[in-house]
Each structure stands twice: as structure tokens, then as C-alpha cells.
């Protein structure tokens, strides 16, 4: 499993709707911002990427220091982006089908409104496990 590791899912319309700290890294009290901000900041280059290749997977399109940002683009433009310092490009790859599947299956719940926060304990410990398991 990688040291450091955020997840995030960002909606269409730049609002994050999911975001889960999945490394197993010391935690540092301002550590869980600055994840946000090299995240964030990586969004322009997600936009601008996007509309150059039909590829959902952009492996890695920004670097912080030793840290990678990788972008997995759903074909609703939601960005599922992972801020990482490992190497395993198959494993990332397939973490984010995997739960590019699991987002696919709460966007199905009929109690799910579309764009909100996910709030489901499942869905996040399904994403913990997913991530134990392929960083």
C-alpha cells in the first residue's frame, strides 16, 4: 500500500462529493490540506486533458514534490483523482474501476441524489478495502 494516498471524487461542477485519506502515512495536522490543494490544483490540468483523449484513465498528469496525482475521468465527467507516491500504474488502474463500478452503483440508488456528498459507510469502507487491496 502506498504511504500517502488521498482520494477524491469531484463532481461535474468541481464539488467534491466523496474524499477518503487511504494512506497508511504518519498523520500530520496540516497534511490532510494540502492534499486538497495539490488535488485541487490539479483540476485545470484534468479539464484540459480530458477533451484531448477519450482515455478515462490519465495515469499521472501533475506531480507535488514526490507525490503523483492520477485522474480516472467517468464518462459523466465526474474525476476520480488519487494523490499517491506509489509506482503501480496496474494497480491504480484498477482501483479506479473498481470503484468507478462502486460510484455506478450508488449513483442506481433511487435515495442517492446525483452530485450530493456520498455519506454511505459502505461505500466508504468498500473504498478503504479497494485501496488496502490494489495501492
Known amino acids: 500500500m502506498a504511504t500517502t494516498a488521498c482520494f477524491i471524487i469531484v463532481s461535474r461542477n468541481d464539488i467534491p462529493i ?41 495515469k499521472s498528469v501533475d506531480r507535488f ?5 492520477s485522474v480516472y475521468v467517468t464518462a459523466g465527467h ?4 488519487l494523490l499517491h507516491d506509489s509506482r503501480n500504474d496496474d494497480g491504480i488502474k484498477s482501483f479506479f474501476q473498481e470503484v468507478h463500478e462502486l460510484y455506478i ?10 452530485g450530493s456528498r456520498i455519506t454511505s459507510s459502505h461505500f466508504d469502507t468498500k473504498v478503504r478495502a479497494l485501496a488496502r487491496k490494489y495501492l
Not at 465526474?78 to 483523482?81: G, I, N, V, W
Open 18 to 58: 466523496y474524499e477518503a485519506e487511504v494512506g497508511v502515512a504518519a498523520k500530520r495536522e496540516d497534511a490532510a490540506q494540502l492534499h486538497q490543494f495539490i488535488l485541487h490544483a490539479a483540476l485545470d490540468v484534468v479539464q484540459d486533458l480530458a477533451w484531448t483523449t477519450s482515455a478515462m484513465y490519465l
Open 65 to 69: 514534490n514526490e507525490l503523483v496525482v
Open 78 to 81: 465526474t474525476r476520480l483523482m
Open 105 to 114: 452503483k450508488t449513483l442506481l440508488n433511487p435515495l442517492y441524489l446525483p
